[in-house]
């Protein structure tokens, strides 16, 4: 197979033998991040889609997302770095009762990159433990990350506890994860969170342009 599809290839099948020379060698044809989003992503698609038809199951789903760990993991000292730093700083977590971490870790790294301080707390977390580490850590935003649709509706929870706290209107918050819709986020959420800052982010990326665009 050409490099592109065997690196994706080790995705779906979880092979871990090799990963390490076949990310070299991809490293001397284009960038970190363009391996990640237009590899090794591709793969994890792939994981899903086979999931959800039932043609995967639940601990081959596992053994792919650890390879996409230990490849991001691989990859991430050689991405770009951006100059300055001092942002501002976040606290992400994946919400109560999901596990999924691989997007909330590259948003991690991609706004660490990006000159912003990340306070990653981790997948499972309730909304008190989000909350206190903004507090403590005296966060300038709040993100949360959910992949499944009951996610959704503990987002929507979350907000309304940050309501009932007065404090929507100290922490702005950025949602994303596959579950979500922007419309979800932009119209049903916002109406809810009145005073407050509530916004989707489809990817990592749009996630760093919105903290900076939050950040001003
Ligand atoms: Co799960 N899983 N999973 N899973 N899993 C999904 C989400 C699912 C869609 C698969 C499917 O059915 N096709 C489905 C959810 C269905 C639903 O809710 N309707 C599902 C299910 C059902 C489950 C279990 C319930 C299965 C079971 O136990 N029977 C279980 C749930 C456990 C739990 O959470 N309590 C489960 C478990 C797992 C594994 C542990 C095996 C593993 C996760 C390992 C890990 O993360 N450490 C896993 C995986 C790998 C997946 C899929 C295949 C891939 C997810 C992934 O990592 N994608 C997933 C299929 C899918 O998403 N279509 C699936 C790559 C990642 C980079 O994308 O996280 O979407 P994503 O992040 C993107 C954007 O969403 C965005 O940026 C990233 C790209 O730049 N983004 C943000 C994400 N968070 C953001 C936060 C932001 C901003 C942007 O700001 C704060």
């Known amino acids: 197979l050409p490099l592109d599809e065997r690196l994706a290839r080790r995705i779906v099948d979880g092979e871990r033998n090799g990963l390490e020379a076949d990310?070299?060698?991809?490293?001397?044809?284009?960038?970190?991040?363009?391996?990640?989003?237009?590899?090794?992503?591709?793969?994890?698609?792939?994981?899903?889609?086979?999931?959800?038809?039932?043609?995967?199951?639940?601990?081959?789903?596992?053994?792919?997302?650890?390879?996409?760990?230990?490849?991001?993991?691989?990859?991430?000292?050689?991405?770009?770095?951006?100059?300055?730093?001092?942002?501002?700083?976040?606290?992400?977590?994946t919400v109560k009762g999901d596990v999924h971490d691989i997007g909330k870790n590259l948003v991690d790294i991609i706004l660490s990159n990006n000159g912003y301080t990340v306070v990653n707390i981790g997948i499972k977390q309730p909304i008190n433990a989000i909350l206190d580490a903004a507090e403590e850590h005296r966060a300038d935003a709040i993100g949360m990350s959910g992949l499944l649709v009951k996610s959704t509706v503990i987002m929507k929870e979350n907000l309304a506890e940050m309501l009932a706290r007065g404090l929507h209107s100290r922490f702005p918050v950025m949602l994303g994860g596959a579950a979500l819709t922007r419309s979800f986020v932009e119209d049903d959420l916002r109406d809810l969170f009145e005073g407050g800052e509530v916004h989707y982010a489809r990817d990592a990326f749009e996630g760093l342009a919105l903290m900076d665009k939050v950040m001003t």
Not at 52 to 61: A, D, I, K, Y
Request: aromatic share 4%; hydrophobic share 45%; charged share 20%.
């Open 23 to 93: 990310l070299d060698t991809a490293l001397t044809q284009r960038s970190a991040l363009s391996i990640i989003n237009d590899i090794l992503l591709e793969g994890m698609k792939t994981v899903g889609d086979l999931f959800g038809s039932g043609q995967m199951q639940l601990p081959f789903v596992l053994q792919s997302a650890e390879v996409m760990k230990t490849a991001v993991a691989y990859l991430e000292p050689h991405m770009e770095r951006a100059e300055g730093e001092g942002k501002g700083t976040i606290v992400l977590a």
